[in-house]
């Protein structure tokens, strides 16, 4: 169903919805802020918050932004998505500005694919569903399983690149929400522009925070991709003593679903975290393994370096104030 929210999705200046003690602690000349309208009911709509902090916001989830170009003189506008806000009609204060038919294409899939882990009410989810959208270059897309980036349109056929979550013969190393996938640059895939794909992320941000460049100057996708370093890979992964550090993977136990991320390995044992699949990794248990432990399961991705070495400084740190605690003890 193809829907027209034109005169919806509108940039309007807006009092923040605060309550007065919050609203205290908010300086003055920041508690009107612009947000994105949406769903305009009779005494209220729903807005996402704008900001100017766009090098300072540093959330790793690709659908949580949406940078929105330049309104105010030099002034950057990112959208943040990552909750939306019932503003009453008074608090709002003057327009702000349009979007391009092409964000609202964005922030549109974005939104779709945040609603699984999010907590917008459910008259916006509901509401979201009844758009259409098309996919992009750069948009990480999954069909029958699989996962693809787009590196190019020609007429009504996508242009793919498989991607996997572990290193492939051959394929490139590219990153997005945190982790790192590897891209089979020489398999590229025509298929038909149809609604057999979904929308999963995007693989660069070429257009946020240190990597805003002009149209006519950015590389496409295609070309980075070619410049990057292969990899020549001939492990077997379906082994626990063969995956490398930051590795992360699904498996069984007591008819639940847990997560284990790899920290190290040596020739006698692996040292991991593990927890439940919906905890956050920081929160995950330390455990140290024998290097031939057996065990059924599935990789799920590869952490970036950085993501990794804070897990591991973080460990390190509640090793070091157990050891404090054990010796005020003795």
């Not at 793919?160 to 979550?165: F, G, H, Q, T």
């Not at 298929?191 to 149209?215: A, E």
Request: with cysteine.
């Amino acid at each position: 169903m193809e829907s027209d929210i034109s005169k919806i999705f509108e940039l309007y200046w807006a009092l923040m919805p605060l309550s007065t003690e919050e609203m205290s602690k908010i300086p003055v000349s920041h508690r009107i802020r612009p947000y994105l309208i949406c769903m305009d009911h009779d005494n209220y709509c729903y807005g996402f918050p704008c900001t100017s902090n766009v090098y300072g916001d540093k959330n790793r989830y690709t659908n949580s932004r949406v940078y929105l170009g330049r309104y105010t003189g030099d002034t950057q506008t990112l959208l943040k998505l990552e909750q939306i806000y019932k503003l009453p009609e008074e608090n709002l204060r003057g327009f702000f500005g349009y979007l391009s038919k092409e964000k609202e294409n964005e922030i549109i899939k974005k939104i779709q694919a945040n609603t699984a882990f999010s907590n917008y009410p459910k008259d916006v989810v509901e509401y979201f569903k009844s758009f259409s959208t098309s996919i992009s270059c750069n948009d990480v897309v999954i069909s029958n399983n699989q996962l693809y980036n787009v590196v190019g349109l020609i007429n009504r056929k996508l242009v793919l690149v498989p991607i996997y979550k572990y290193p492939v013969d051959n394929s490139v190393e590219c990153h997005t929400d945190g982790l790192i996938y590897y891209a089979d640059v020489d398999n590229l895939v025509f298929m038909q522009n149809d609604n057999s794909f979904t929308y999963c992320t995007q693989l660069f941000g070429l257009d946020y925070g240190d990597y805003i460049k002009d149209k006519d100057s950015m590389e496409t996708l295609a070309e980075y991709y070619y410049k990057l370093p292969r990899f020549k890979c001939t492990c077997d992964y379906s082994k626990l003593y063969m995956l490398e550090p930051g590795m992360i993977i699904d498996y069984l136990k007591d008819d639940m679903i847990f997560k284990m991320i790899i920290l190290n390995k040596d020739a006698n044992h692996i040292e991991v975290i593990t927890g439940n699949e919906n905890e956050m990794y920081s929160n995950f248990k330390y455990e140290k393994l024998p290097i031939d432990t057996d065990m059924c399961f599935e990789i799920t991705g590869t952490l970036i370096k950085d993501r990794l070495d804070k897990l591991r400084n973080k460990l390190i740190q509640e090793q070091g104030s157990n050891n404090n605690r054990l010796t005020m003890k003795i």
